[in-house]
């Protein structure tokens, strides 16, 4: 993850967002830089 990280560093992309599944992997990408945003999703059709 943290070649990644620089990578994008690099390439100048100003923000990157990780949807992760498991609240205990949290801590792992708060370690990393990241931080929790408040956000909304919505699903206007289902998937087939």
């Not at 943290?2 to 792992?28: F, H, P």
């Not at 830089?33 to 699903?43: A, S």
């Amino acid at each position: 993850m943290n070649k990644a990280i620089c990578y994008i560093k690099e390439k100048g992309i100003y923000m990157i967002s990780v949807i992760y599944g498991e609240e205990e992997l949290r801590g792992y990408y708060e370690k990393l830089g990241f931080y929790t945003m408040l956000c909304g999703q919505l699903e206007t059709y289902k998937s087939k």
